[in-house]
């Protein structure tokens, strides 16, 4: 079983970065994929990345793809999304999760799901 929780995010201006950290409590961690997921208001929650037990394989979604990066440091616990040049489109809540099945890149996918941490982009 595992425990995440999110931080990291807040407002930042259009073109901006930001980056989340989820740290995550248990000591199989280096055992699970971890993604990242984000949700706006009145509109499901969609896939942002996810990153392989290892951290040697990786997968974004289109949306995201050359803005922000996935990572993750199994002796710490933690994986962080790097991103980058920002937009008022990227204003959501966003959620890590962690599974054993490989790379999932729906929310059907994750059993383990943090509180989130909201991301605010101004125009």
């Known amino acids: 079983q595992v425990q995440l929780v999110e931080s990291g995010g807040g407002l930042v201006q259009a073109g901006g970065s930001l980056r989340l950290s989820c740290a995550a409590s248990g000591r199989t961690f280096s055992a699970y994929t971890v993604g990242w997921f984000r949700q706006a208001p009145g509109k499901e929650r969609e896939f942002v990345a996810t990153i392989s037990r290892t951290g040697s394989s990786t997968i974004y979604a289109d949306a995201m793809k050359g803005r922000v990066t996935i990572s993750r440091d199994n002796a710490k616990n933690m994986v962080s999304l790097q991103m980058d040049s920002l937009k008022p489109e990227d204003t959501a809540l966003y959620h890590c999760?962690?599974?054993?099945?490989?790379?999932?890149?729906?929310?059907?996918?994750?059993?383990?799901w943090g509180q989130g941490t909201q991301v605010t982009v101004s125009s």
């Open positions: 999760a962690a599974d054993l099945h490989y790379l999932g890149t729906t929310t059907h996918e994750y059993g383990y």
